[in-house]
């Protein structure tokens, strides 16, 4: 007889207090991979509950790091404030069966059991003393919260996917609360009621939730309602081990985006904080999709490095077609301080930009770095020259500049003409092909490095590499 499954459902629930930050982008991608690899959905959940530090901007960052990252949702995304009424409705509904009781306990009472667990070297937790009380000594004026009555026996189990059996005393855990005193939910009861009503079959989180996990179980076990199956990830540390801050890389993903590196790149580094295939370490989506599981997460903290996301970023370029390289390119542009400058100039250089293209993505490593490989395309005469193009521009190098311009005007403009004629001076010279190239470069690019000086050549054509070449031959001439 064959087994029916159902397929899985998961979710994604970021709180919007600030950008989708590089946890979170693998958190996501791990549960598209999961879901989607199963022919299952992935829903998107905003945990917008905090009102003082929920934002439009940081939902808006969300939607678009996803986005870029080619990670889609299914349905619209769930707002949780605006099911909170839902959420009360199911605290009620536990207060009413004795699964949930009102608890009248002070701030200072709670900051004094505080302290006298600190004393006596225990966790600091609510000691159930409203747990049983008649409610007819409430005292007056008091809006309670409304706690959990969880079983203080026993323990509370969970067969989580990538961390194995953990186990928990009961007692060591509290009644947490349900509702505030103002009658807000807590973020607690609105995940276990939320990923019950999306129907999720799969709660993959960072490991930072272990406990979170267990607290949710004694709701699920309160409400009669089936536990999700639960997947903790490791969390994501720096290259020296620390945990992961600015420095080591915990930016938003737009900033990703600002650096350019190319999504499918992020996708693959993204997956590889954690997960495992054998040795393989590039992978296409369609692979990823097929392979991804979650019995290939490791346990330990994954470490982010730099120096490996650049690599592989290269590495994805140099394999990228040149014409979706070139597409990706002008999406790009925006990103950059004088990209609105560059655009229209980009548009109307496409063809000559292919041209170079094979040479450019030979060395570049990010799309910041393609772009300046171009620039000297997009730059308008009196072209800016850099430093250490300067130094190369010497007055005996400005003088055999103006023996090569005499050549290549009567030179017929194709590569290979070119490249025989520069080789024929450099030899008239008695110099090395060096001592001719370099400064042809730094005059036609206004840099030190570029690719190929003859592709260069050609891609900016007779007439404006010859008055380029003019330009800095004339500033040699003048002075």
Request: hydrophobic share 40%.
């Amino acid at each position: 007889m064959t087994e029916i499954t159902t397929p899985s459902v998961t979710r994604f629930a970021p709180s919007p207090t600030g950008f989708l930050h590089i946890g979170g982008a693998r958190t996501a991608l791990f549960n598209w991979l999961y879901a989607r690899g199963r022919g299952g959905k992935m829903l998107l959940r905003i945990e917008d509950t905090d009102r003082a530090r929920s934002t439009k901007e940081a939902i808006d960052a969300i939607f678009d790091g996803l986005t870029w990252l080619g990670i889609d949702w299914d349905g619209e995304p769930v707002f949780q404030f605006a099911r909170a009424a839902r959420h009360r409705e199911i605290a009620e509904a536990l207060l009413a069966v004795g699964r949930a009781y009102r608890c009248y306990a002070s701030p200072q009472e709670l900051q004094e059991m505080r302290d006298a667990a600190r004393r006596e070297g225990r966790t600091p937790r609510y000691d159930g003393r409203w747990r049983d009380r008649d409610l007819s000594e409430a005292p007056p004026g008091v809006e309670p919260v409304i706690r959990l009555k969880a079983s203080n026996e026993g323990e509370t189990v969970i067969d989580d996917l990538v961390q194995g059996r953990v186990t928990w005393q009961n007692k060591e855990l509290d009644d947490l609360i349900l509702l505030r005193s103002d009658g807000t939910p807590t973020y607690m009861l609105g995940v276990v009621v939320d990923d019950h009503d999306m129907a999720v079959t799969h709660i993959i989180r960072g490991d930072d939730h272990l406990t979170n996990g267990a607290r949710q179980a004694q709701i699920y076990e309160a409400l009669g309602w089936p536990i999700p199956k639960m997947a903790h990830i490791p969390l994501i540390h720096g290259a020296d081990g620390a945990k992961l801050s600015k420095r080591h890389g915990a930016l938003g993903v737009e900033a990703y985006r600002a650096m350019g590196y190319l999504p499918a790149a992020m996708r693959n580094y993204l997956v590889r904080l954690g997960w495992s295939h054998g040795d393989q370490e590039i992978f296409s989506t369609e692979e990823l999709l097929s392979l991804f599981d979650l019995n290939r997460v490791g346990r330990s903290a994954a470490r982010f490095d730099f120096a490996k996301l650049e690599s592989l970023n290269g590495l994805y370029i140099r394999q990228a077609p040149d014409q979706e390289l070139i597409d990706a390119l002008e999406k790009f542009l925006p990103e950059l301080p004088d990209g609105a400058a560059l655009a229209p100039r980009f548009k109307l250089l496409r063809t000559q930009i292919a041209a170079i293209m094979p040479g450019l993505k030979e060395r570049a490593k990010t799309l910041i770095e393609l772009v300046d490989g171009t620039r000297f395309l997009l730059d308008e005469r009196p072209l800016k020259i850099e430093d250490k193009a300067k130094a190369i521009l010497t007055p005996e190098a400005r003088a055999i500049l103006k023996r090569t311009i005499a050549v290549l005007e009567k030179t017929d403009w194709e590569a290979g003409t070119l490249d025989a004629a520069v080789r024929a001076l450099a030899d008239s010279e008695k110099v090395k092909l060096a001592a001719v190239a370099q400064p042809l470069r730094a005059a036609l690019t206004g840099k030190s490095t570029s690719t190929g000086i003859f592709d260069v050549l050609i891609a900016l054509g007779r007439d404006e590499s010859l008055a380029r070449l003019r330009d800095q031959a004339g500033i040699a001439a003048a002075a």
